[in-house]
């Protein structure tokens, strides 16, 4: 039973293996777009950040999102769609030892469809077509986030919801293949 956060990474770290290489050849290639986009924190991630002088922006005094909206001009635009992250260098991420879950989790995220939350497979992502296609790999992917302590998972729901509820997708939907529903999980 996965029971932590610190657990959570280290399950999808291993999940994942060793993606830096991969990371950085899909950096090069602008067909995708990852590290881009609204990256929300756990409650605990947003305070680790702020120790380590990472920059958090927080909403309605309960959602945390790295800063990612500079205008370039010493202030934010959070009208930015897609904002690129400010942490990702050629080389790979600058805060790779403090990432956030969903960074952690990527390509799998958390998404709402008809009022359902569910773990889906952004099919956009260079891992993704290398790797995530496959039978075995989404079975394992399944396994792990059955073996997530329902009050872990239900936390991490719960923030996500608020995270919903405060950000907006203009652009449409993002390419992606359901994996499983959270809600019957989270009823476990």
């Known amino acids: 039973m996965i029971k932590t956060l610190r657990g959570l990474y280290r399950a999808l770290d291993d999940l ?6 991969l990371c950085a050849e899909c950096q090069k290639d602008r067909r995708y777009q990852d590290c881009v986009g609204y990256v929300w924190l756990m409650r605990e991630e947003a305070g680790k950040l702020l120790s380590a002088g990472v920059e958090v922006v927080v909403a309605n005094r309960n959602v945390y999102f790295l800063n990612s909206f ?4 010493g202030g934010m635009n959070i009208e ?11 080389d790979g991420c600058s805060i790779r030892n403090l990432r956030p879950l969903v960074c952690h989790m990527y390509p799998l995220g958390i998404s709402r469809e008809n009022g ?6 952004y099919t956009d992502c260079l891992f993704s077509e290398r790797f995530g296609n496959g039978k075995a790999f989404r079975a394992k992917a399944a396994k792990l986030f059955r073996r997530i302590d329902p009050r872990l998972l239900r936390k991490i729901i719960s923030t996500y919801r608020k995270v919903l509820d405060v950000s907006i997708f203009p652009e449409g939907k993002n390419k992606v293949d359901s994996l499983f529903n959270l809600q019957d999980e989270e009823r476990r």
């Open 16 to 21: 994942f293996g060793d993606t830096k290489a």
């Open 70 to 73: 500079s205008d370039g001009k």
């Open 80 to 90: 930015i769609m897609k904002p690129p992250c400010s942490h990702c260098r050629s």
């Open 116 to 121: 359902i939350m569910k773990i889906v497979l």
